[in-house]
């Protein structure tokens, strides 16, 4: 009897059917889908297939898809399923770190590959509408493009459109990461190989007693990873606040001062201590004087 499918959103399973040697058809036509290249990649060289239980079990570790193609660009594919707020810097750092590794002491600049980064995220992050973005290097006024060495793409799943032209395969394949057991899902595999093959591999992983348990364990890591930020970000909110109110309190305090108020009573108005108060009314007998 078949399980539910694992969500190939979790970079453990994205990385198995994207990631994975035994499946190049399937990279190749991801990045053909993307990057729309002129001449289409035909091969896929990738070079981080393995999974090992230490990577697995950090919840920092980045279980991306890196690969040279073809056309001889240097690809790197990270999938996010939490907002960090970070994902622009991010990507330029690890862009910066591909371009630089692929250079030896001594070496040439002109060996230098072109590079692109692409980032699947499960939420929302550009300021506009368009679930595909796509940027490289250009002039600001005349819009001319300085070097074709960088590309840096975001993909966000939430802003595909149920409307959206299943014909375009960037559309089919953000259809698949979005839900795979959907009826759109289940009709693009009838007419599309290399969906067919995703899907394929996404029903062998579930099935797999093993491969369940590994994304179980990788699923609450990464759930365990959300509310460990999510508590950060909520502490730092209240932290941020009481920070606000006791400035707040601060300059009512000085105010009240310079009116002469007495200390009882400015401790009754703003609930400072009254050596807090005290310090203050020093202070600002210094600035007067």
Not at 28 to 42: D, E, R
Not at 215 to 233: H, T
Not at 270 to 288: A, R, Y
């Amino acid at each position: 009897m078949m399980k539910g499918l694992l969500d190939p959103k979790i970079d453990f399973v994205f990385k198995n059917i994207f990631g994975s040697s035994k499946h190049p058809k399937i990279l190749i036509s991801f990045l053909n889908a993307i990057l729309k290249p002129k001449y289409l990649i035909t091969n896929v060289d990738i070079q981080n297939t393995d999974l090992e239980k230490h990577f697995l079990e950090d919840k920092f570790s980045r279980l991306d898809v890196k690969a040279k193609t073809s056309n001889g660009d240097v690809i790197n594919i990270e999938i996010q399923l939490k907002n960090e707020y970070n994902m622009i810097k991010r990507s330029l750092y690890y862009w910066s770190k591909l371009y630089e590794e692929q250079l030896g002491e001594g070496d040439d600049y002109s060996i230098l590959s072109r590079t692109i980064c692409i980032n699947i995220l499960n939420f929302k992050y550009l300021k506009n509408d368009r679930f595909h973005n796509g940027y490289i290097l250009k002039e600001k006024e005349t819009n001319e493009e300085l070097t074709n060495v960088m590309e840096i793409h975001f993909i966000e799943i939430p802003k595909l459109e149920d409307s959206s032209d299943e014909k375009d395969m960037l559309v089919a394949w953000t259809e698949f990461l979005k839900n795979p057991e959907s009826e759109k899902v289940r009709r693009l595999e009838m007419s599309i190989e290399e969906i067919k093959e995703a899907k394929d591999e996404l029903v062998r992983l579930s099935n797999d007693d093993e491969q369940r348990m590994i994304y179980e364990m990788r699923s609450k890591i990464l759930k365990d990873k959300v509310s460990a930020l999510n508590k950060a970000k909520n502490e730092g909110i209240e932290q941020g606040i009481k920070q606000g109110v006791q400035r707040e309190k601060i300059e009512t305090a000085k105010n009240l001062l310079k009116l002469g108020m007495d200390i009882s009573l400015v401790k009754e108005a703003t609930k400072l201590s009254e050596g807090e108060i005290i310090n203050l009314k020093e202070v600002l007998e210094k600035e007067n004087n």
